[in-house]
Structure formats: C-alpha cells, structure tokens
C-alpha cells in the first residue's frame, strides 16, 4: 500500500478568481505567466491554451500599456481559465485592466506607491468583485522599508510592505486579498512567507521569484515552496523560471501531485538508479518510457528497473512495471509477473499495458495474464538465478575493488 502523508493546510479566507477558488481548503492552484506581448492577442492566446493544456489553473499577463489592456479585453471572453493582470507603475492600467474584464489584478506595493492611487483601484475592484494580489518582491522593495530596515531586504520588511498595502484596502472596505512575498533566495522567501502566515489568514501565493533556468532554478523554486507547502503554506503557487512557462505549468502541477496536494492526472515514472546488477541502459529505457507516455492521462504509477533480481521487488507497489533480465523484460503487475517481451518492445509493452489497466484495472489485467503468467514467472526465475550466478551477491564487484584497494596499501 503507498504511503500517503496530508499536510495540515494552515486556515485561510477564500477568494474567487474568476471561477476558481484560492484559499479556504480549496486544491491548491497553478499559476504562470505568458511572455508574449498582450496587445498581440492571437499569440497570448495561444500560450493561454498551451499553459491550460499543461496544467495551469489560472493565467498571468502584463497589463503595461494601454494596447495590452485592449489585448486583454478581447483575451479575457476567449480564455479558457481565469486571467491576472499584471500592472507595474501606473494605477490607470489597472482600471482599463478592470474594464477589460480580467479575474484579479497584481499590484506591487514597491511600484505603485501613492496611496490615493492605491485606494481607487480598490473601490473599483471591489464595485467589481474583482481580487487583488499584494505582490511583494524582495528586488522592489518599497525605499522607505528598504531604508527603515538598514538597507537590507529582510522578511520583515517584506511582511511589513504587505500589511501596508492591506491598511490601504481596509481604508476602502476592500478584502478581497491574496498576497505574495516572493525573493529570490530560498532562505528569505521561506521566513518572509512564515511570518506572513503567522500574521493574516488571505490566502498565500507562493513563489521564488527570478529562479533561473532549469533545472537549477526548478530545484530552487521546488526548496522554497515544497517546504512551505509541507507546513501547510500556501494556497496557490507559481515556478518562475527561465524557460517556456508551459515548463512552469508543468513543474507546478508536478510538485503538487508528488505532494499529494493535487489529484494525479499523468504517469508516476519510478524507475531504479541502475547499478553494477543492471542488465538493460536503464537511463535510456526510462527516458524512452517518459517520451513514450508524454502528455497521455493515465494516473498510474510505473516503474523502470535494471534487474530482474530486485527490479519487483523493489517495484511491488507500482501499478505496472518491467524488469531487465538477458536482452528480455519481464513485465509485472502489482509486483505478479505476467508477460515476457524482446527489449526492444518493452517501452511499447509498458505503454500498451497501462492504458489497459487505466480502462479496465489490474485485476482485470491480471486474467489477462492467465495464459502466460506461469511461464512468465519460470523466465524471471531464470534470469533471475543467472543474474545472481554472473554477478554473484556482489554485483557492483566491491570485493575485488577492496582487495586492489589492500593489495597497494
Ligand atoms: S539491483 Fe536491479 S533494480 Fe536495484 S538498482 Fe540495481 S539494477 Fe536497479
């Protein structure tokens, strides 16, 4: 039986975007952004629906010239999720923003500073029903908090410059919040978001912000919200990285299904790290079955390993997986052998059986396998005593390696 572990999520308020709710026990969302300009509406579009196709829950674009909210009125009735606009330094595109129809806006405080500014996009997001997200961003900080904190960004000031911006919203009556502290070192994003956390119950966007490129920036971007996320820290998340954003969408989806934070809608690829007992290019034959199965919904767990010595047994909980053994795979269902292929018709094997056991379950795949599961079972024994024969119980040959090792003492 897997483990599963739930994370206690820590309580927040819910909002809408759109028709999506964020915060308040809703499943966490995926968020990204596109990078074609949003006056070029066809093209953003289409990175609209590539980035839902992957994934994403909601959609950012930048609202940063008045053609870009023109862009965003005829981009908002076509979108299949909900849309953010993204405003920098001018209140007035927040308002064309608002009459282009968008789900939520992102103001940051660091860049929208006149209070009055501030207030009136407010009312009229609240005359709307429209949420706002405070985004703080450790490489804007607001000067005044820059200096009052010794010219340093530190998570104090981060949390400061959101209750700032949340003063500014109750002045108006205007609650409907999520908010974000996001930097660009893992450490501080992590704090500022705990203390955030401690403070107020809106919902929480997380994010490292300027990641980089994969997949180092994927690892950082992953440290910062897997941590949070398994101290019940967040309520919607989003991997800036260096790369397509429907590699964002993917990372971000991938990270909460591997959490168990979200439901799993493509394969679960578990495959071994190979060793000296390996008898197939397990790299090879993993990455194979990873193309194989891309983009296909069949929430299954399959697994990929070298021998057939271990390869089951370390695999038993997988759904589905193949073992190598003397230039054949032997195929396993809930750890049963069932079938014997050439390699060379592994991957296709893998890929055939698993739809088989999306539609109709395992059971159903283990009748399947009557007529050549015993035979199937006497092969991987085989190939299994052989194994064991050639490379011994030390199959990486560490004996030998000692022994050299003792011999040049
Ligand atoms: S013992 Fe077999 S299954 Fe385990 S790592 Fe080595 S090759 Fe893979």
Redesign the pocket.
């Known amino acids: 039986m897997e483990f599963t572990q739930s994370f206690p999520r820590h309580e927040t308020k819910q909002i809408m975007v759109g028709d999506v709710p964020v915060g308040g026990g809703a499943p966490i969302t995926v968020q990204s952004m596109t990078v074609t300009k949003t006056a070029d509406h066809e093209a953003t579009l289409q990175q609209i629906y590539a980035l839902a196709a992957a994934g994403c829950d909601i959609v950012r674009c930048t609202c940063n010239e008045p053609e870009a909210a023109e862009g965003l009125a005829r981009i908002v009735p076509r979108s299949p999720v909900p849309i953010v606009a993204d405003i920098h330094h001018q209140y007035r595109r927040a308002l064309e923003a608002l009459e282009a129809g968008v789900h939520c806006l992102r103001l940051n405080p660091g860049n929208i500073r006149n209070p009055e500014h501030i207030k009136l996009v407010a009312r009229e997001a609240k005359d709307r029903n429209v949420p706002i997200r405070i985004g703080v961003n450790g490489g804007s900080l607001h000067p005044d908090l820059y200096k009052k904190y010794g010219g340093k960004v530190t998570p104090e000031a981060m949390v400061e410059s959101a209750l700032d911006e949340i003063r500014y919203f109750d002045d108006v009556g205007f609650d409907l919040i999520k908010i974000s502290v996001k930097a660009s070192s893992v450490p501080l994003m992590i704090e500022a978001y705990r203390q955030l956390a401690a403070v107020t119950d809106y919902p929480l966007h997380l994010g490292v912000t300027e990641a980089g490129p994969p997949p180092i920036g994927t690892l950082k971007a992953t440290a910062g919200m897997a941590t949070l996320l398994a101290e019940g820290i967040g309520d919607t998340i989003r991997y800036s990285l260096t790369a397509d954003p429907v590699e964002e969408a993917k990372a971000g989806r991938q990270l909460l299904e591997t959490l168990g934070l979200r439901e799993r809608k493509n394969i679960d690829l578990i495959s071994?790290?190979?060793?000296g007992?390996?008898e197939v290019d397990?790299v090879g034959i993993a990455n194979e079955a990873m193309e194989a199965f891309g983009e296909r919904e069949i929430p299954l767990q399959v697994a990929v390993?070298?021998?057939v010595?271990?390869?089951p047994g370390?695999a038993r909980d997988a759904d589905l997986g193949i073992?190598a053994g003397n230039q054949r795979g032997h195929l396993f269902v809930k750890g049963q052998n069932v079938m014997v292929v050439p390699e060379d018709e592994m991957v296709g094997t893998l890929v055939e059986w698993a739809e088989f056991i999306h539609e109709h379950g395992a059971d159903a795949a283990l009748v399947k396998a009557a007529t050549t599961k015993d035979a199937a079972k006497r092969a991987a024994e085989e190939d299994r005593a052989r194994n064991l024969n050639d490379r011994g119980d030390d199959?990486n040959d560490s004996e030998s390696v000692i022994a050299e090792i003792r011999r040049s003492h």
């Not at 071994?272 to 060793?275: G, I, K, N, T």
Request: charged fraction near 10%; hydrophobic fraction near 40%; include cysteine.
């Open positions: 071994c790290p190979s060793c007992r390996a397990v390993m070298g021998c010595v271990n390869g370390e073992a199959a």
